[in-house]
């Protein structure tokens, strides 16, 4: 059996994507089975957090999103079997099972976004009803799902959108979100639009999808487009809020903690890696992705998918989303 490992070139950090023949699986151990895997979704690599983890190989196994028979989950972050691959062994506690009406795709391509979503607003800032939340990027593949996990627990939703087509796609949403702010032109001030939806009193949460920490001088190029500032953020932040960040190397110098201090506010860092690094949060876990695979079967989860692709075409994809260059989740079909 062939599975796709991704290999990174020590001389200039570039991630190659190869596939590799695999030997036959070991004997099945407790609590271990083998998954005949139906579909799995591709995701970005963190290089960085498997650097600071110890644990990079030579080759590391891509692909940990996946459906098959006869269930589905998330493979562990120390998987020694990609999921693109015809049968993978994976112990019982990183699965659950499918509803017969959701399809292979769905369950693929939903799953780790799923998860996304339920740590930052449920664990992380603790949505209830009537609160308003700010969802960075919301018609990317995450952002469309914490939107509607948002709206589902009777939240009131403010997106931005990247581009025209970004907005034509948040103005679809039902139920419809309150207001979508396009920042493609670069020239609208986020903090402003939000504190005129809210009447001046600051959104309860803000997610967002990275920020600009320097001035447009002192930031690199890709940082530059579309990113708000931190000031921003804090400042459209209300009193009592959350803001949950996805910028690991986040800075806050004594004024931006002293103003977050004022507002009651907390900060907190986006990584639904944690479920996998301590059996203490197992049940949790587990309860997450059987709520994700629950609320997908009654509609509330809608993903945005791209058309399945073959195993063969896997490695040119896995390339751009790696790179970051596809928008809707692609999910590879066996």
Not at 26 to 51: G, H, M, R, W
Not at 78 to 91: F, M, Q, T
Not at 158 to 176: N, V
Not at 210 to 215: A, C, D, E, M, T
Request: net charge negative.
């Amino acid at each position: 059996m062939k599975g796709l490992y991704f290999q990174q070139n020590s001389t200039n950090e570039e991630t190659m994507f190869v596939f590799q023949e695999r030997e036959n699986l070991p004997v099945t151990e407790d609590y271990f089975v083998k998954l005949q895997v139906k579909a799995c979704a591709l995701s970005q690599i963190n290089t960085k957090l498997l650097a600071e983890m110890k644990m990079e190989k030579d080759f590391f196994p891509v692909g940990r999103e996946v459906a098959g028979i006869v269930l589905d989950g998330i493979l562990p972050l120390d998987s020694e079997d990609p999921g693109l691959c015809e049968v993978v062994r994976v112990h019982e506690h990183y699965l659950v099972h499918k509803p017969e009406k959701v399809t292979w795709t769905e369950a693929a391509g939903t799953v780790g976004d799923g998860v996304r979503a339920y740590t930052a607003l449920h664990y992380l800032s603790h949505l209830s009803c009537g609160k308003s939340v700010l969802i960075m990027d919301g018609a990317s593949a995450f952002g469309s799902i914490a939107i509607q996990l948002a709206h589902h627990r009777g939240a009131r939703v403010i997106s931005t959108a990247c581009s025209l087509e970004d907005k034509q796609c948040l103005e679809r949403f039902r139920p419809p979100v309150a207001r979508v702010i396009d920042v493609s032109a670069g020239k609208v001030h986020i903090a402003e639009s939000c504190l005129e939806e809210t009447g001046g009193l600051g959104v309860d949460i803000v997610l967002d999808a990275g920020v600009r920490l320097y001035n447009k001088d002192d930031e690199p190029p890709v940082k530059l487009q579309l990113l708000p500032h931190k000031h921003d953020i804090i400042t459209l932040l209300g009193v009592g809020g959350h803001w949950i960040t996805t910028e690991e190397n986040l800075q806050l110098d004594p004024p931006d903690s002293h103003c977050l201090f004022l507002k009651g506010a907390t900060v907190a860092f986006l990584n639904d890696e944690v479920w996998n690094l301590s059996n203490v949060q197992q049940g949790k876990y587990l309860c997450i992705l059987k709520d994700v695979m629950e609320k997908l079967s009654a509609g509330v989860f809608r993903p945005q998918l791209d058309e399945p692709i073959p195993l063969y075409e896997a490695k040119v994809s896995m390339e751009l989303v790696q790179k970051n260059q596809r928008r809707k989740k692609q999910v590879v079909l066996f």
